[in-house]
């Protein structure tokens, strides 16, 4: 009863971001934002009017919550929008390319197909920025975690915000 | 404590109602200005509060501080099902809308490693066995984490009055869970998850209604609000009413009733079962900061003849089993700093059997017995402190302490039917059982009373640690000791869990625990069954169980596959006084009257023997195409029981199970799903006048959901569409006949 009379006194969990915390998201609805983040936290070159792409490549795991979340927002001037493929070459367009967990046994040959292709690759696999992928998002935690390959970033012509840097859970090069 | 035992019946049977109706009318009173929520299943939100567009606001480093969890039940912290120890099975809000769940018996008759026997037994309704073990007092059920299970320690009364329409989710958790959930925490751990309102501050309302066979009706409303999102006040909440005649069994099954028919003929009764199954269900909860206030209220109303045999027990209009149960929660988290959390919980939970219950069964040749009335009342109040501490990421420890204090009177007999006022005034009114040892020796008498009042504490402490070693090996290890004043030893139950990551896909666990079932008062009923005298025994001891389980998940895109293997002993079984069985035989025969003519076997519940359970779950969900989505689980499981030199099987349950069902989006709006339930033929059961019906008894349901707007569904709910005649088990070992062909067209509209 003691605990419980401190307990009242307490400062308790309050606000829409206690609120945020306090609840168990969908995995990938939190993906999505960290992916709308991980734009911004990119220097795109400028481009009114145009769009910059975002590529999901294999079975797209985020059930339409990538989409609303991009509805409508534009970064650097530009439009985000979201292009869907199974095939690395259709994609080499976009300035980001997830890789989704269903293209696991080809990762190494996916990014080496976008070598070149300017082209900032995100995936969710183990070992993604080992096998040179710029951000992986970390597995089997109940809080989502990014790794960075800065030198894969860079190779792409990228440039990472050091706050980005900073937050992720290891950076490479 | 006291507040309940001094209310008459009748304040008691309207005061809690009376509290929903008033939340109702809020809710009606706010539906006027609430707005369009509650988006079609296929659309329909991830759990947390926020939408997708909600946190894009958030920054990176909020983002970071979001769980992705998916269960809280099994570690009594948030986490994905795969890295809780155990077997861990989630049934969501999507499930639950698109296979059109009622209530929480139409969730487990879909579950993997259960074996339900609907019709069953009146007080108890639908007997849910575990893999393999029986009894509804062996598994915790809770409801946002307040545990709702009846105080005495009855088995669960599983009817229709438990809604899930309201879920969020609800997670199983299977196996030995008492190192958290202390006692009978056997088979089965059940978290009903209730839903949170949306976050954007309008107002949800949900109403909805259905009719059907067998003058089914059910009607349905929920409200939810957050009033204040910067100060986490809302409020969210449901009623749930059903009622229906049931199916003709009378009918279906001719020879099996033919018994009853003679019986109310001779007596001048209607031949014609008079069956009823009546349900209300009812929650609130509020949140104002951390602090959370949360009530749970279910009263159900059935005919008590129901399971016990034809011609045995009547089912006339006079033989009815009422019993309500209500649990209040108050809570309050605090976040002392980023790694330490302190949940304050007090629980309030009070349990009634309605003194107008009763059996009623033939007294002679011309009538039937009017007054065996039935009473047992009881409540708890349990204080809990639980601190969770995050050393670091990979380390993390939960402990906490509990205290309950427990005021129970059992279910007794109570001639004339009772009145209360006190539990002294209902051991009065009950007096006594007399018996005699020697035939013609008046001082050979003895008295037992009908009612016994228990009152008694339970203490418990627990510990457990979390520690992520590697990225992918996690291991659980804690323990609890739990303290009965009326019982010399304490319990204790360790738990231990290895969970490897083998790739991002596939987990790996091996997980060994322990847990306990309480020597309920309820065990200690007294009773004359005609042929038996139950007495109580006070020396009754808890039952342990001892597991060991193996699970393998696989989770890849739209693939969801588990395979469990489990192996349990059970020692110093509580054997219930049902029957003149050893080992619950305690003496010669006794005489009920004095002149030695009337016989009765003296009895009571004695713990003796052990049990071994062990078998396979596997169970998968899989998503073939955008449109269709298919489920399936096999069950094999094995029991033996080895009590007083005797050895015996599977009790009345079948050694496997399958079940398969598919959800088709015909269209964006329509959506179809079948789905079978088949067993093997149940083992060990008396076929009594039933025999086809026990052979491979399998069912087949079909539920259509139709969605023109995103405010509006219609749907079917069509159960046993063969109408075919199965079989199962019920209290006594003789088969008993099941519910054949229902179903009932309803429509529904949010706001």
């Known amino acids: 009863m003691r605990l419980l009379l401190l307990g009242t006194v307490g400062s308790g969990l309050a606000g829409e971001k206690a609120r945020a915390e306090s609840a168990a998201y969908d995995e990938y609805e939190v993906k999505a934002a960290f992916l709308f983040n991980f734009v911004q936290f990119v220097k795109w070159p400028a481009a009114p009017g145009g769009q910059l792409l975002i590529g999901i490549l294999g079975d797209d795991p985020f059930g339409g919550a990538l989409d609303k979340i991009i ?103 | 404590m006291q507040y309940s035992s001094q209310l008459s019946a009748g304040q008691r049977a309207t005061f809690v109602p009376a509290f929903f109706i008033l939340a109702g009318s809020i809710a009606a009173a706010g539906a006027l200005h609430a707005a369009a929520v509650a988006p079609p299943p296929e659309l329909a939100q991830g759990p947390g509060t926020l939408a997708p567009q909600q946190l894009k606001k958030l920054s990176i480093e909020d983002l970071m501080q979001l769980q992705v969890a998916t269960v809280t039940t099994a570690s009594k912290k948030e986490e994905k099902a795969t890295s809780a120890p155990g077997t861990v099975i989630v049934i969501d809000k999507n499930d639950i809308r698109l296979r059109g769940y009622s209530t929480l018996k139409d969730v487990l008759r879909d579950l993997p490693g259960m074996d339900l026997a609907d019709n069953f037994f009146s007080e108890i309704g639908t007997q849910v066995a575990v893999r393999g073990i ?86 349905y409303g929920s409200f939810g609000k957050v009033f204040d999102q910067a100060r986490n006040i809302l409020f969210n909440g449901y009623v749930q009413y059903h009622d229906s005649d049931l199916t003709r069994l009378d009918r279906e099954y001719p020879r099996y009733w033919r018994g009853f028919r003679e019986t109310a003929v001779a007596r001048g009764r209607d031949p014609v079962p008079d069956r009823l199954d009546f349900g209300l269900n009812a929650f609130a909860r509020l949140e ?77 040749d011309r009538q039937f017995f009017l007054n065996d009335y039935k009473y047992a009342s009881g409540h708890s109040i349990a204080v809990e402190e639980t601190m969770r501490v995050d050393f670091t990421s990979a380390l993390s420890v939960l402990m906490g302490g509990t205290y309950t204090n427990y005021d129970i009177l059992p279910k007794s007999t109570v001639p004339g039917g009772a009145r209360p006022g006190g539990h002294n005034d209902i051991l009065r009114q009950a007096g006594n059982f007399s018996y005699y040892t020697t035939p013609g020796d008046p001082a050979s008498l003895h008295l037992v009373p009908r009612a016994v009042d228990s009152e008694f504490e339970r203490y418990g402490a627990y510990l457990e640690f979390s520690w992520k070693i590697t990225p992918k090996l996690k291991v659980i290890a804690g323990a609890r000791v739990d303290k009965d004043t009326r019982i010399a030893d304490p319990s204790y139950t360790p738990r231990g869990s290895l969970i490897y990551n083998l790739t991002d896909a596939l987990t790996a666990k ?242």
């Not at chain 2, 059920?141 to 320690?153: A, K, Q, T, W």
């Not at chain 2, 009263?299 to 399971?307: D, F, I, K, T, V």
């Not at chain 2, 305690?586 to 062990?614: E, F, M």
């Not at chain 2, 955008?626 to 489920?631: D, G, K, L, Q, Y």
Request: neutral net charge; aromatic residues 10%; contains cysteine.
């Open chain 2, 510 to 751: 091996y997980t060994y625990s322990w847990a306990y079932i309480s020597p309920a008062p309820y065990f200690d009923a007294t009773y004359d069954r005609g042929d038996v005298l139950a007495v109580s025994n006070p020396g009754l001891q808890p039952e342990t169980s001892k597991t060991h389980e193996f699970d393998l998940t696989y989770n890849k895109d739209a693939l969801n596959f588990g395979l469990s293997l489990y192996y349990g002993v059970q020692s110093s079984l509580i054997l219930v006084s049902d029957g003149a069985l050893q080992p619950n035989i305690l003496l010669d025969p006794v005489y009920v009257d004095v002149q030695g003519t009337q016989t009765r076997q003296l009895v009571n519940s004695v713990n003796s023997g052990k049990s071994r359970n062990a078998g396979v779950d596997v169970y998968g969900k899989a998503k073939l195409t955008r449109s269709f989505s298919t489920w399936f689980s096999y069950s094999y499981t094995s029991y033996e029981e080895m009590t007083a030199g005797v050895t015996s099987g599977l009790k009345g349950i079948s050694q496997h199970n399958f079940r398969l069902g598919a959800t088709w989006a015909i269209t964006p709006h329509l959506f179809v799903t079948p789905s079978l339930v088949a067993r093997s033929t149940p083992r060990n059961v008396d076929p009594s006048f039933l025999q086809g019906e026990l052979e491979n008894p399998w069912e087949a349901n079909l539920h259509i959901l139709y969605t023109p707007k995103e405010c509006l569904q219609f749907y079917a709910d069509l159960r046993n569409i063969t109408n075919n005649h199965n079989a199962l088990t019920q209290l006594t070992p003789a088969a008993s006949p099941q519910e054949t062909f229902s179903g009932v067209f309803g429509v529904r509209l949010s706001f």
């Open chain 2, 288 to 364: 104002v900061g951390g602090f959370s206030l949360q009530s749970w209220y279910r009263n159900s109303r059935r005919s008590s003849g129901e399971g016990y045999g034809h011609a045995v027990l009547a089912l006339v209009p006079e033989a009815r089993w009422e019993d309500s149960s209500w649990v209040t929660e108050a809570k309050y988290v605090w976040q002392i700093t980023d790694r330490v959390k302190l949940d304050s919980t007090v629980t309030y939970n009070w349990y009634e059997v309605d003194p107008s219950s009763r059996y009623v069964f033939p007294l002679n």
């Open chain 1, 71 to 173: 509805k409508g927002e534009t970064v650097a001037g530009r439009k985000l929008a979201i292009k869907r493929s199974h095939k690395a070459d259709d994609l080499k367009g976009c300035q980001v390319v997830f890789v989704a967990g269903s293209e696991r046994a080809n990762v190494g040959g996916i990014l080496a197909s976008l070598t070149g292709a300017n082209v900032l690759t995100v995936g969710e696999t183990e070992g993604f920025v080992k096998q040179g992928g710029a951000i992986g998002f970390s597995s089997g935690g109940e809080k989502v975690r990014f790794e960075i390959n800065n030198g894969a970033a860079q190779r792409a012509g990228m440039e990472i915000s050091s706050r980005l840097l900073k937050l992720a859970s290891r950076v490479g090069n």
């Open chain 2, 134 to 219: 029986t009894g509804n007092n062996k598994t915790v059920v809770l409801v946002n984490g307040m545990r709702v299970n009846p105080p005495g320690g009855e088995y669960f009364p599983l009817r229709s009055d438990f809604s899930v329409r309201n879920a969020e989710q609800i997670e199983i958790i299977y196996g030995a869970g008492s190192t958290l959930y202390g006692q009978d925490a056997i088979n089965a751990v059940i978290n009903i998850i209730t839903r949170q309102p949306p976050a954007s501050g309008k107002a949800e309302v949900e109403l909805g209604g259905d009719a059907g066979f067998n003058f089914e009706r059910n009607l």
